[in-house]
């Protein structure tokens, strides 16, 4: 039954993989809501929890187009158990420094750095590495949908369980449940059973190879419109998440505990955004899903910047949460679809890039204009930004709709567009 429904989960390799997962992405939804509730505890400045933000996505930015050309040459598997062995010692680090109470802004600032040059490399690796995870590449939606979910789950589960534990014994705690947690996911990847791909001698310089993935995907429009709009979104929109301690104690008034459910608020959307996309067959739709998501996304922050009562906000923020994550996870299907199997690498680190690396020029901005303008109207702005993306991106869909049936087929023929891509932008 459940396979009917989740024909990803038929597959062993993809199984152990979200066995991993489950247990991991707890712990880091943990350490994300620990990290920015130690900092404004710390410091009590929103300029800092922007800091923190970007010096933990930058890295995503400068680093990952390099990090795709890295795993479409070398074995993705490997590639991503070294990034989350650094992940765990990073919170293994982070951890002793706060229960043995020498922690400071320059060590969170340090050690965010440090994850998100593991980060760079691993999403990049591991999402185009999905796709080797399974014997029927018609799943791969499902398969991403799936991930979503579990990601959004520990989402829900992870910053409750954190706002609890915060109040309690502190953050400490939290950042050792995460560097435990990362040894499911590294387990998993070693027991699973892959068959390998077939990864041809390289002729071509890196940096040959990185330019020729920048103009691959910068060729093809669609690729390039839904890339274009995750970056504008996940520039204006997502640093709401970096204000949420500020809306939690002093817009809100509800401390460490009203922070976790804020957050876990926002997972229980997405989580449920997940699992609608993972119940859907094939990919029919998606480019018009992606603006009806990021339409949502935007009037629902600009609602939840509105706000000055807590169960208010409490029941607006799953909408946000909804939002974000259906446009991401459409976003990252289509693009996944649509592009060829030798250049997957590349393209998912722009992907990253996008989504990740635009985020910390947004955060970084969200805290500069909240000192200025208070939090509140900065989430208004990120919601309006988002909105006229939205309108763009609409405008844009009758000529990319020209360009995909092809790529569709090649992948299980799940799309009835008309037209065809030009050979010059093959």
């Known amino acids: 039954m459940i396979t009917r429904l989740f024909p990803a989960l038929k597959h062993p390799n993809f199984r152990l993989f979200i066995g991993g997962q489950a247990i991991s992405l707890i712990g880091t939804w943990m350490q994300r809501v620990a990290v920015g509730w130690l900092v404004y505890r710390l410091t009590g400045s929103a300029l800092l ?91 791969l939606g499902n398969a991403i949908a799936l991930n979503s979910t579990v990601v959004n789950a520990g989402r829900l589960i992870g910053p409750s369980i954190a706002g609890i534990l915060i109040a309690v014994a ?5 950042f050792a449940f995460n560097a435990v947690s990362y040894g499911a996911v590294i387990i998993a990847l070693f027991c699973m059973k892959i068959a390998g791909r077939p990864r041809p001698v390289r002729t071509t310089h890196v940096l040959q190879e990185l330019t020729e993935g920048i103009r691959y995907a910068g060729a093809f429009l669609p690729i390039r419109n839904v890339l274009l709009f995750l970056a504008l979104v996940s520039l204006v929109g997502m640093p709401y998440t970096v204000l949420m301690p500020v809306f939690a104690r002093d817009i809100l008034h509800s401390g460490p505990h009203g922070l976790g459910f804020l957050m876990g608020g926002a997972g229980a959307g997405a989580l449920a955004g997940a699992l609608y996309l993972a119940s859907r067959r094939g990919t029919i739709g998606l480019e018009r899903l992606i603006p009806m998501a990021a339409t949502i996304f935007g009037c629902a922050l600009i609602v939840f910047s509105l706000s000055r009562v807590y169960w208010l906000s409490l029941s607006i923020i ?17 693009v996944q679809v649509l592009v060829d199997d030798d250049k997957r690498g590349r393209v998912m680190s722009l992907y ?18 909240a000192k200025w303008v208070g939090a509140p109207r900065t989430v208004m702005i990120g919601g309006i930004g988002s909105l006229c993306g ?29 037209g065809g891509i030009p050979e010059a932008e093959e």
Do not use: Y
């Not at 502190?170 to 939290?174: F, L, M, P, S, T």
């Not at 763009?392 to 299980?412: C, N, Q, S, T, Y």
């Open 352 to 369: 990253a890039m996008a989504f990740m690396g635009m985020a910390p020029f947004g955060s970084l901005m969200a805290g500069s204009l």
């Open 49 to 139: 929890l922007g800091v923190v933000g970007f010096v933990s996505q930058i890295p995503t930015f400068f680093l990952a187009p390099f990090a795709g050309v890295v795993a479409d040459r070398m074995d993705r598997r490997r590639v991503v158990i070294a990034t989350q062995a650094l992940a765990g010692a990073q919170a293994l680090l982070l951890s002793v420094l706060v229960m043995s109470g020498h922690i400071s802004v320059w060590h969170i600032i340090t050690l965010s750095t440090l994850l998100g040059i593991s980060n760079a490399f691993d999403v990049p690796a591991r999402q185009s590495f999905l796709h080797e995870m399974l014997q029927n590449k018609e799943d």
């Open 390 to 418: 939205t309108v763009i991106f609409v405008l844009a869909l009758p000529a990319m709709r020209k360009f995909m049936r092809p790529e569709h087929r090649r992948e299980g023929g799940i799309a009835d567009v008309s």
């Open 170 to 174: 502190g953050e400490g705690v939290c």
């Open 318 to 334: 799953p909408l946000v949460g909804f939002g974000m994550m259906v446009q991401m996870a459409s976003s990252n299907t289509l």
